[in-house]
């Protein structure tokens, strides 16, 4: 959707991808996460005199649609206002999935708190917060990494206890997110990760030491300036393993893996909270051209895209 007229004012929030520390991070763990630049979310205002709407356009076009106005009216209740009081335009371009562990809802509760914040209703300093509450929304419980690394826009070492700071990035290697074709549903992951630690909390607790364990390993693999890439691929699928104890493995994401493994992948590591979504894969060269023929994009974590290499 165009409008001919100027606008007041845009942004274009990031999504993300883990590389570790998923569900350790809401029991204080730390968890190292990347921005995704090449999906993303754009808001759009135009000033007018009518009260305000919002139009949706991009990925998950319908989705965005049944849940835009509760995500807005709780924004307005924080800051207690009402929608009579704005007027204008939003125009909401999604280029992410919702429901893939690429931070979209983040994202969505990045963008209206920059809109707020440009209408002078939140100062710099209070929208992290802000929109960590607003995400609350979709995960009954934000760990805020998501909107951390959405709001900043910079790769983190992020912890609820210990905050976040800029992760030092000293060699990258070749990385590709690829979507296993199934939807995982944060709030269901969360829940099935607490039911175990009241099942089987010494099982829990190990999964918990096996993946701060990963954590620690990463943020030293990310230090070094040479790629270590049998390390990179011991951790990662330390990493991957924590998901399947924690029972987030799926049938989707078992035969998912098992292509890239066909395909050339030295590893691979669900991303996110599991269940579906997408798996990051580590590689040694370029994808060849039987892994490019497969049924699904393979997404580079770092590089822009395939055709610049």
């Known amino acids: 959707m165009q409008s001919n007229k100027e606008f007041s004012f845009q942004v ?3 999504g993300k991808w883990i590389l570790a520390g998923e569900h350790t991070v809401l029991r204080g763990g730390d968890a190292v996460v990347f921005p995704l630049p090449s999906r993303y979310l754009t808001l759009t205002y135009f000033k007018t005199e009518h009260e305000i709407e919002i139009h949706l356009q991009g990925t998950d076009h319908p989705e965005l649609e049944l849940i835009i106005w509760s ?4 924004a307005l209740k924080n800051l207690n206002l ?3 009081q704005l007027s204008g335009r939003i125009e909401l371009d ?14 969505l509760c990045v963008a209206l708190t920059e809109f707020f914040g440009h209408l002078g209703y939140i100062q710099d300093k209070d929208k992290y ?4 509450d607003l995400e609350n929304l979709f995960h009954g419980e934000s760990s805020g990494v998501d909107v951390a690394v959405t709001l900043y826009k910079k790769p983190l070492l992020f912890s609820r206890i210990n905050g976040f700071k800029p992760l030092e990035l000293n060699s990258k290697p070749l990385l590709f997110l690829s979507h296993t074709g199934a939807r995982g549903v944060t709030k269901d992951c969360v829940d099935k990760v607490k039911q175990l630690f009241l099942s089987n909390p ?9 993946m701060m364990s990963a954590v620690q390993k990463f943020k030293e693999l990310t230090r070094q300036e040479r790629v270590d890439i049998d390390s990179w691929a011991k951790t ?3 990493a991957h393993r924590c998901f399947e104890q924690w029972g987030l493995v799926n049938e989707a994401v078992t035969k998912h893996t098992e292509i890239l493994f066909r395909g050339g992948a030295l590893a691979v590591k669900l991303t996110g909270s599991g269940g579906g979504g997408f798996v990051l894969s580590l590689w040694s060269e370029m994808p060849n051209e039987q892994s490019m023929s497969l049924p699904f994009e393979m997404i580079p974590c ?6 610049e290499k």
Do not use: Y
């Open 82 to 84: 009402k929608r009579r």
């Open 202 to 210: 010494q099982l829990a607790e190990r999964i918990d030491k096996n």
């Open 302 to 307: 770092f590089q822009a895209s395939l055709s």
């Open 236 to 238: 990662m699928t330390t």
């Open 71 to 74: 995500v807005f009216e709780k």
């Open 12 to 14: 274009q929030v990031p």
């Open 129 to 132: 917060t802000f929109a960590t």
């Open 94 to 107: 999604s280029h992410i999935l919702f429901g893939a562990g690429m931070g979209a809802s983040a994202t």
